[in-house]
Every structure is written in structure tokens, then in C-alpha cells.
């Protein structure tokens, strides 16, 4: 029988060849000329500089803009949770040159908020990444285990807080529907950006975090965090050490934070089609691969649009499970 880490690598691998295959169509060198003749590629960020959404964008521009043959420019607009992004994208013309960083954190802010839709309010062109998610502790914490955070937990009620990156965020919601699974309460501490929130983590203000292994890869090795689990149903490549959460004893639902690009709903077909592949051409780059490979951040190119829709719809559902409830103040 297939298990589902086997099911999902070969879905994978069938999409990446697809991708490939098509990327390396002549039709791809007509539709590019598609987008307008001239004027930069913007990549907006609904973000700080120095997180994954930021680290992968930079790294996607460089290729990109060989591809177009045109400046490819990023651009950080964090705050108002993402509505500050979300505004800026609808602010520019419809002629497929500005795009906006989409990532799972958006979609739980459309569930606390209700402010934008990513399903109707814009185009999502395509998943470009993959990055798992890890529960981390301080260096110095006193958990050397899920189960030693999870018993001190449930004894001291009240007693443990974690970080994420914001009310209504992935972070947020996963450790709450970690928390009602393993049987605790935390509270949450909101930051405004990941380097913020790994500082007050490493410097044991907060007591762990479930975030993105691209900080795992940063401040393990240095011993200034220690990973606890990985919340997957596979263990990560680069820390084969460290347990899933299933394995530590806890049923919780596997995650992996997805990034990828959207764009103005109302932007023609055919241009929107035009710069999804140029987007997944570049990210589908060896440099690009490699590079983002050092941060735990790896290529997962959707087969179209519509997958890629119904992969926010997807979290759409669980979060706002895990939401009900909650009292949850977006201001």
C-alpha cells in the first residue's frame, strides 16, 4: 500500500515534469511577448525584509528578470495585515507586471478579518515553494522533548506562551489547534516579523514557536534554538533527528507553509498565463533551487492556477476551524 508521504512525492514529481515540459515549449518564447514591451517587474511583499517570504522573493527575482529581460523589483510593504499588499497590488494597472506574495498567513488573516478574499480579490498564478514547519524552543529551554512541553503544559495551565506573526496568523492557529489536540492552553504573543519573533525566542522571552524551518536552519546549528518536532508526516532531510509530531504521540494535521505569487483578478488571460510560466520557469531555476535549498525552502510549481486556488481553499477550511471560538481581534 502507498503511504502518504509516497502518494504526495510522486504527485510532486508529476507536476514538476509537467512544468518542465511545458516551460520547455517554443510556445513559451510567443507568450511572453504577451506582457507589455516595456516597464519593470514589481514583487510586492506584504512583509518585512529578512523572513522566507522576502528570502524567496529576492532570490526568484534575479531569475526572473533574465527570463523577462527587464528589472525585477521587490518591494517590502508590510502592516494593516496584509491589506497594506493587497492595496498596493490593486493599485497598479492590470497589465500583469505587479505581482503579490501570497503565502498561507494570508489566508488566516482572511478568515480573523474579512477584509479581502484570496479567491476572488485576485489571481492566484502559482505555488512556487514549500517549507516545513517546526515547533522550536529556546537554546536553554528545559523541554528536551514535545512530550516534556506538552506535560509541563497541561500541569501549569496558563503558565507557557509562544510567538507567531500575528492574531489569526498560521503560527497562531496551528498552536491553537495544537493545543486543544494535545490538551493545553498557551497564550499568544504577536510579532510583526520573523527576525523579531526568533529574537525573542532565542533570548527565551517566549517559551517555543511553530514557524517555518527556514529559522530552524538559521539558529540550530548554533545552538541558539533547539527543533522539537516537525509538523509533517515525514521527518525533514535536513534534521533527520528530529521526530514528527505524530511520532512524539500528537495527531495533529501535517503542514507545510506554501508560497507562491498572485495577481490583479481583472488582468487579461492570456498575460496572467504569460507570466505564470515566466514565474515558474524561475523558480524552477537550479540557482534558485540551490540557493533556497540552504533555507529549508524548497520548489513546488502548481499544474495551474486552479491548483493553486484550491490549495488556499484547502487552508481556508482548517483555519477557520481552528478559528471558532477564539476571540480574535484583527486591530
Given at each position: 500500500?502507498?503511504?502518504?508521504?509516497?502518494?504526495r512525492?510522486?504527485?510532486?514529481?508529476?507536476?514538476a515534469?509537467?512544468?518542465?515540459?511545458?516551460?520547455?515549449?517554443?510556445?513559451?518564447a510567443?507568450?511572453?511577448?504577451?506582457?507589455?514591451?516595456a516597464?519593470?517587474?514589481?514583487i510586492?511583499?506584504p512583509?518585512?525584509?529578512?523572513?522566507?517570504?522576502d528570502?524567496?522573493?529576492?532570490?526568484l527575482?534575479?531569475?526572473?528578470?533574465?527570463?523577462?529581460?527587464r528589472?525585477?523589483?521587490?518591494?517590502n510593504?508590510?502592516?494593516?495585515?496584509?491589506?497594506?499588499?493587497?492595496?498596493a497590488?490593486?493599485?497598479a494597472?492590470?497589465?500583469?507586471?505587479?505581482?503579490?506574495?501570497?503565502?498561507n498567513?494570508?489566508?488566516?488573516?482572511q478568515v480573523?478579518q474579512?477584509?479581502?478574499?484570496?479567491?476572488?480579490?485576485?489571481?492566484?498564478?502559482?505555488?512556487?515553494?514549500?517549507?516545513?514547519?517546526?515547533?522550536?524552543?529556546?537554546?536553554?529551554?528545559?523541554?528536551?522533548?514535545?512530550?516534556?512541553?506538552?506535560?509541563?503544559a497541561?500541569?501549569?495551565?496558563?503558565?507557557?506562551?509562544?510567538?507567531?506573526?500575528g492574531?489569526g496568523?498560521?503560527e497562531?492557529?496551528?498552536?491553537?489547534?495544537?493545543?486543544?489536540?494535545?490538551?493545553?492552553d498557551?497564550?499568544?504573543?504577536?510579532?510583526?516579523s520573523?527576525?523579531d519573533?526568533?529574537?525573542?525566542?532565542?533570548?527565551?522571552?517566549?517559551?517555543f514557536t511553530?514557524?517555518?524551518a527556514?529559522?530552524?536552519?538559521?539558529?540550530v546549528?548554533k545552538g541558539?534554538?533547539?527543533?522539537?518536532?516537525?509538523?509533517?508526516?515525514?521527518?525533514?532531510p535536513?534534521m533527520?533527528d528530529v521526530?514528527?509530531?505524530?511520532?512524539a504521540?500528537y495527531?495533529?494535521p501535517?503542514?507545510?507553509?506554501?508560497?507562491?505569487?498572485?495577481i490583479?483578478?481583472?488582468t487579461?488571460?492570456?498575460?496572467?498565463q504569460a507570466?505564470?510560466?515566466?514565474?515558474?520557469?524561475?523558480?524552477?531555476?537550479?540557482?534558485v533551487?540551490?540557493?533556497?535549498?540552504t533555507?529549508?525552502?524548497h520548489p513546488?510549481?502548481?499544474s495551474?492556477?486552479?491548483?493553486?486556488?484550491q490549495?488556499?481553499?484547502?487552508d481556508?477550511?482548517?483555519?477557520?476551524?481552528?478559528?471558532?471560538?477564539?476571540?480574535?481581534?484583527?486591530?
Open positions: 500500500m502507498l503511504t502518504t508521504s509516497l502518494i512525492s510522486l504527485r510532486r514529481l508529476a507536476v515534469t509537467a512544468v518542465a515540459a511545458s516551460l520547455a515549449s517554443p510556445a513559451w510567443s507568450d511572453a511577448g504577451l506582457l507589455p514591451a516597464g519593470p517587474v514589481r510586492i511583499v512583509l518585512t525584509a529578512g523572513g522566507v517570504a528570502t524567496s522573493s529576492r532570490n527575482a534575479g531569475e526572473l528578470g533574465k527570463i523577462l529581460n528589472p525585477v523589483i521587490v518591494e510593504k508590510p502592516g494593516g495585515l496584509f491589506t497594506i499588499g493587497m492595496r497590488l490593486h493599485a494597472p492590470p497589465d500583469g507586471l505587479t505581482l503579490l506574495y501570497l503565502y498567513s494570508l489566508a488566516s488573516v480573523v474579512k477584509q479581502f478574499d484570496l479567491t476572488r480579490d485576485l489571481l492566484p498564478l502559482t505555488q512556487t515553494t514549500v517549507t516545513p514547519m517546526v515547533l522550536l524552543v529556546p537554546g536553554n529551554s528545559p523541554f528536551r522533548s514535545l512530550k516534556d512541553l506538552v506535560a509541563f497541561r500541569q501549569h495551565p496558563g503558565k507557557l506562551n509562544y510567538s507567531s506573526l492574531v496568523s498560521t497562531h492557529l496551528k498552536a491553537v489547534q495544537f493545543g486543544r489536540i494535545a490538551g493545553f498557551a497564550a499568544n504573543v504577536p510579532y510583526k520573523g527576525p519573533m526568533m529574537t525573542d525566542l532565542i533570548a527565551g522571552r517566549v517559551d511553530m514557524t517555518a527556514t529559522f530552524a536552519s538559521m539558529y546549528p541558539q534554538v533547539r527543533a522539537l518536532a516537525v509538523v509533517d508526516d515525514k521527518r525533514m535536513d533527520p521526530p514528527t509530531v505524530a511520532e504521540g495527531r495533529v501535517p503542514l507545510v507553509l506554501w508560497g507562491g505569487y498572485g490583479r483578478a481583472d487579461p488571460p492570456a498575460v496572467a507570466m505564470r510560466q515566466a514565474v515558474a520557469k524561475a523558480a524552477m531555476a537550479p540557482q533551487r540551490e540557493s533556497l535549498a533555507f529549508s525552502i513546488a510549481i502548481s495551474s492556477s486552479r491548483d493553486f486556488k490549495l488556499i481553499e484547502a481556508l477550511v482548517w483555519m477557520g476551524e481552528a478559528a471558532k471560538g477564539l476571540k480574535l481581534d484583527a486591530n
